[in-house]
């Protein structure tokens, strides 16, 4: 059995089970930092991102009985927290209208779609790439980060987001127009990095 912070997982798990504070605080700072990251490419900001954080902790320590020992105790915790942070996309997309396949924005201006190849990438910091996924809308940026990076099909987001299968399709190729535009300075075409590969 693996061990967190040489205790044994097990006995974590028990622990959290029992409410003891101590093991759901170990369990917190042993996975609270790759948990972040992953809040960060579905929220605006760093604040945000913790909310989202918070309420999946919440989740977990309320679930964790449920975790039977079987595969990853972090592939687990990973699942809670990309659907609390699908959840909080559900509370939020009012600021948004559906209108055909596309989202139109609450300004009222809809993003067209530029036709041609995927261009290739210069080696792009991870943090450039994660801003600049924060700066798609809500909309876009959550399909981008379940399709791209979390690997779901478009089928699994429709069902996910309550959308139908055109509008993931056409919000994931949005997104990447929108991301080219916002990196377009750091663009080489010589490089072979492309930002559908991010992980």
Same mark, same amino acid.
């Given at each position: 059995?693996?061990?967190?912070?040489?205790e &044994? +997982?097990?006995?974590?798990?028990?622990?959290?089970? /029992?409410? /003891?504070?101590?093991?759901?605080?170990?369990?917190?700072?042993?996975?609270?930092?790759?948990?972040?990251?992953?809040?960060?490419?579905?929220?605006?900001?760093?604040?945000?991102?913790?909310?989202?954080?918070?309420?999946?902790?919440i989740?977990?320590?309320? /679930?964790?009985?449920?975790?039977?020992?079987?595969?990853s105790?972090?592939?687990?915790?990973?699942?809670?927290?990309?659907?609390?942070?699908?959840?909080?996309?559900?509370?939020?997309?009012?600021?948004?209208?559906?209108?055909?396949?596309?989202?139109?924005?609450?300004?009222?201006?809809?993003?067209?779609?530029?036709?041609?190849?995927?261009?290739?990438?210069?080696?792009?910091?991870?943090?450039?790439? +994660?801003?600049?996924?924060q /700066?798609?809308s &809500?909309a876009?940026?959550t399909?981008?980060?379940?399709?791209a990076?979390?690997?779901?099909?478009?089928?699994?987001?429709?069902e996910? +987001?309550?959308?139908?299968?055109?509008?993931?399709?056409?919000?994931f190729?949005?997104?990447?127009?929108?991301?080219?535009?916002?990196?377009?300075?750091k663009?080489?075409?010589?490089?072979?990095?492309?930002?559908?590969?991010?992980k």
């Amino acid at each position: 059995m693996s061990e967190i912070y040489n205790e &044994p +997982l097990i006995d974590l798990v028990n622990g959290c089970v /029992n409410k /003891n504070r101590k093991s759901q605080e170990i369990v917190f700072k042993k996975f609270h930092g790759k948990m972040l990251g992953i809040c960060m490419r579905y929220s605006k900001d760093k604040e945000e991102a913790r909310d989202i954080l918070q309420d999946s902790f919440i989740k977990v320590y309320s /679930n964790i009985k449920n975790y039977g020992g079987n595969g990853s105790f972090e592939g687990w915790i990973r699942r809670i927290v990309t659907n609390t942070a699908i959840d909080f996309y559900r509370r939020h997309k009012h600021s948004e209208v559906r209108a055909g396949s596309e989202i139109v924005e609450s300004t009222g201006e809809s993003i067209t779609e530029d036709e041609g190849e995927e261009p290739d990438y210069l080696s792009i910091s991870p943090k450039e790439i +994660l801003n600049a996924v924060q /700066n798609l809308s &809500p909309a876009y940026r959550t399909v981008f980060s379940l399709y791209a990076i979390d690997g779901f099909s478009h089928k699994e987001i429709a069902e996910k +987001l309550g959308i139908n299968e055109g509008t993931s399709k056409s919000n994931f190729s949005k997104a990447k127009v929108n991301l080219r535009k916002a990196l377009k300075d750091k663009i080489k075409p010589a490089d072979q990095i492309r930002i559908t590969s991010y992980k």
